[in-house]
């Protein structure tokens, strides 16, 4: 670098670490930069490996993805026939009509919601001692913690789908089915989501009761429960939304709820009454999320928005 271009206060000595090509200051010499690129290759952009381990990484992404397409036969033209064959549906929806069999419809919304009551309820009232049970700062045996949030994680694996057939094939037909299979599937998420929550509770307020002299199932009474017991009650009204919508489509395998209004319907092709049948859903949905939402805000503190 000609002293003519060199910033003030700073010599070709100086320059600072991490500098590349691109915000070198002009005039800097070659001999400068070599000595900066010897020192920081890194600064100056990837190395040659690098490169060629970039192009390896994105010559086996392609072929995987090329690989995938030809595994399950996507093409052009199916996915244009597909398309068609939407399209046509979407046409046979128009205008959507409750049929004659509508008291049937309204029945199914009501047990859809029936059923994600039912299961959130029990599976947010067995949640709590066991997410406790799973909090690190509540139960300090290692083994035991362990054990129980691998147990969490195994139900978790399983699909609310898996357990709804595996009730069906227990219980028989029916919503009871489709409360079994929601009280499991969120059973395991809530007492994981729970035993965070409990987790990250402020220690003063505990360990002010012991110092008052309080028990230790004192401390976790009225020191830890009024921390998390908002949280608690805002994801299980989240988890109330959301089964919902599951609840609509467990009935599809027998487990009650609108699924079967539907999977009955698109048996016989009575696309318009299918139609009728999501849009009611849709506004049930949006209905209780907007309800959820605000008693949601107003637990944790927030302001209710319009």
């Known amino acids: 670098m000609s002293e003519a271009n060199v910033p003030p206060g ?61 595994l399950f036969d996507i093409t052009p033209a199916r996915l244009w026939n597909g398309m068609s064959g939407l399209f046509t549906i979407i046409r046979l929806m128009i205008p959507p009509s409750p049929g004659e069999l509508w008291g049937d419809i309204l029945r199914g919304i009501a047990e859809s919601i029936a059923m994600a009551f039912l299961g959130t309820v029990l599976a947010a009232s067995f949640a709590v001692p066991l997410g406790f049970l799973g909090a690190r700062n509540i139960v300090t045996a290692t083994l035991f913690r362990f054990s129980l949030r691998r147990v969490f994680d195994g139900f978790r694996g399983v699909d ?99 699924g079967l209004q539907i999977a009955e319907r698109i048996k016989v092709r009575h696309w318009n009454e299918v139609a009728f049948i999501i849009i009611l859903m849709v506004i049930t949905v949006a209905v209780i999320d907007w309800l959820g939402g605000r008693l949601r805000r107003r637990l944790i503190g927030g302001r209710p928005q319009n």
């Not at 700073?10 to 690129?37: K, L």
């Not at 220690?203 to 009761?209: D, F, L, N, P, T």
């Not at 020191?223 to 009650?233: A, E, K, R």
Request: net charge positive; hydrophobic share 55%.
């Open 10 to 70: 700073m010599s070709e000595a100086n320059v600072p670490p991490g500098m590349s090509e691109a915000n070198v200051p002009p005039g800097m010499s070659d001999a400068a930069v070599a000595r900066w690129q010897a020192a920081l290759p890194a600064a100056f952009g990837p190395s040659p490996r690098q490169r060629r381990f970039r192009i390896l990484g994105g010559t086996l992404f392609l072929c995987w993805l090329a690989w995938a397409l030809w």
């Open 160 to 258: 609310q789908l898996i357990w709804a057939l595996a009730f069906v094939r227990a219980v028989g037909l029916g919503p009871l089915a489709g409360v079994l299979a929601l009280f499991v599937s969120d059973l395991a998420t809530l007492s994981k989501l729970y035993a965070e929550a409990i987790e990250n509770a402020e220690r003063r307020q505990s360990e002010g009761v012991l110092a008052a002299g309080g028990s230790r199932l004192m401390a976790i009474r009225f020191g830890v429960l009024p921390q998390v017991m908002p949280v608690m009650l805002a994801q299980a009204l989240y988890f109330f939304e959301s089964n919902t919508r599951s609840a609509s489509i467990l009935g599809v395998v027998g487990a009650g709820g609108i």
